[in-house]
């Protein structure tokens, strides 16, 4: 597959996305999930364990199928300095989207959220990555993006975040807050890689996009209905976050 500068050449896996299809596979993970019952205002909790972090500074990695989607929601919430889409889970000579798509590298898309503690947790980050970022009882699948790559899985930083992540995720299972079990996996170790640049901010830049009318956007709409104090309406991006990146 040729690398892309522009909306007008889309990754072909996606391009094959249909619309009433994938309008029918998005219906379906609604059912799965507290946060589409937002009319009678159901909102995840925060963690229970949730300790200040001294710094200005911390990095989260999370995945959650297409990272096109967990990146655009990250770069609308408050306190988020930049979101990068990438790969985490395999080895660095495997880390590109050609090689990630066959499911065989061990890695899964994923997106890098720096921002600062002082504003928002690394708890919060998790309240938002399970409540509107994507649906965490769904194995190795999202919405039609079906394999390993697409798994949910958070790829903690240090050993704090892991401790927080198992415990969050015990606290919303014993809650029953979801019509099947949570098989997010707590991955650490793993390094984070920059995924292609035509990844980058695909939200923003295509905002027409089948994929992302009927898949993503439905997650920026929850994100700025449960979270309003949380969401931003002018996204942080890539493309101007510079060395951030």
């Given amino acids: 597959m040729a690398q892309m500068s522009d ?97 065989s590298t061990g890695h899964a898309e994923s997106v890098r959220i720096v921002f600062d503690p002082r504003v928002i947790s690394y708890g919060r980050i998790l309240q938002i990555y399970f409540s509107v970022a994507h649906d965490p009882t769904q194995l190795n699948f999202q919405g039609p993006d079906v394999g390993t790559q697409y798994r949910s899985a958070v790829f903690p930083e240090n050993s704090e975040q892991a401790a927080l992540a198992n415990a969050y995720i015990a606290q919303l299972d014993q809650a029953r807050l979801y019509r099947a079990p949570i098989v997010t996996a707590i991955e650490p170790g793993k390094a984070f890689y920059p995924a292609e640049d035509y990844h980058q901010d695909f939200m923003t830049r295509n905002p027409d996009y089948p994929y992302i009318v009927f898949h993503d956007l439905p997650k920026l709409a929850a994100l700025k209905r449960l979270f309003p104090g949380r969401y931003r309406a002018d996204p942080v991006l890539v493309a101007s976050a510079g060395a951030a990146r």
């Fill in 7 to 103: 909306r007008s050449v889309l990754p072909s896996r996606r391009s094959a996305f249909l619309v009433f299809g994938g309008a029918v596979a998005m219906l379906g993970a609604m059912s799965t999930k507290p946060l589409w019952a937002a009319a009678e205002g159901v909102v995840i909790p925060p963690p229970d364990i949730d300790p200040a972090i001294d710094r200005d500074q911390e990095t989260a990695v999370i995945a959650g199928g297409c990272f096109w989607g967990v990146q655009g929601v990250f770069q609308h919430v408050a306190g988020v300095r930049n979101a990068v889409s990438g790969y985490a889970g395999g080895e660095k000579a495997t880390a590109d989207y050609d090689a990630v798509s066959s499911g």
